[in-house]
């Protein structure tokens, strides 16, 4: 793999939304054997920092302007209070090259409503935090026979979430990635979801 995964910074961004899944893909800590951690590059939409929903300020890498996506894994799009906004266009065309190009998209809470905007949702299974609100939100959008009402839905290399399942968002992109075992992904879900200490172990005993 390419080993390059971009992160979209913004204002007002939920920061805890891609908690699990930057440290994971930053740490590299359960990867498949031979596999070095991914490169986590902030994408901004210009270089000024940004200040999330929890207060962290974050300077990006790099701006839009400045996205190659021949050289990476995935885009992660985190949600946030702003997506319907003109500001996102130019990310939300980046986004759209990418799926053309194979390159995988996760996109949760606030930001299934920026691509439902732009019409990356109409033809494509996915998810949001609910289709009602989903449609008013968003009077262009045409996907309502795509809805899957369920916590984090995959097609093809579009990852779509609920605001309220970073987890599983999580589970799904780093399956998409191929970076861990199916052993491995199963066990560190369970033991996030269950806090059953068993898990702790099987997952230990992935990595051996």
């Known amino acids: 793999m390419n080993n390059t995964v971009y992160l979209y910074v913004f204002d007002t961004m939920s920061d805890w939304e891609i908690g699990y899944l930057a440290a994971e893909l930053n740490s590299g800590r359960y990867f498949r054997p031979g596999l070095a951690p991914v490169k986590l590059v902030t994408v901004g939409i ?27 894994e995935a885009l992660i799009l985190p949600g946030g209070n702003t997506w319907t906004e003109p500001v996102h266009v ?44 989903l449609k008013m939100v968003c009077p262009s959008y045409t996907g309502q026979e795509y809805y899957k009402a369920e916590s984090a839905v995959t097609d093809g290399r579009l990852i779509t979430a609920s605001g309220v399942a970073p987890l599983e968002f999580s589970v799904h992109v780093l399956e998409a990635l191929d970076v861990w075992s199916p052993q491995t992904l199963d066990a560190w879900y369970r033991l996030n979801k269950t806090h059953e200490p068993q898990y702790f172990y099987e997952l230990m005993n992935s990595i051996q």
């Not at 200040?51 to 050289?71: A, N, Q, R, Y």
């Open 90 to 133: 130019p990310l939300l065309k980046v986004a759209e090259m990418c799926l053309k190009e194979g390159v995988v998209v996760g996109a949760i809470c606030g930001a299934t409503l920026g691509l439902a905007q732009a019409g990356l949702l109409d033809s494509r299974s996915h998810t949001s935090n609910n289709l009602d609100y």
């Open 46 to 72: 210009d270089k000024t920092p940004v200040t999330t929903m929890g207060g962290l300020k974050i300077m990006p890498d790099i701006k839009v302007g400045e996205c190659s996506i021949k050289g990476i």
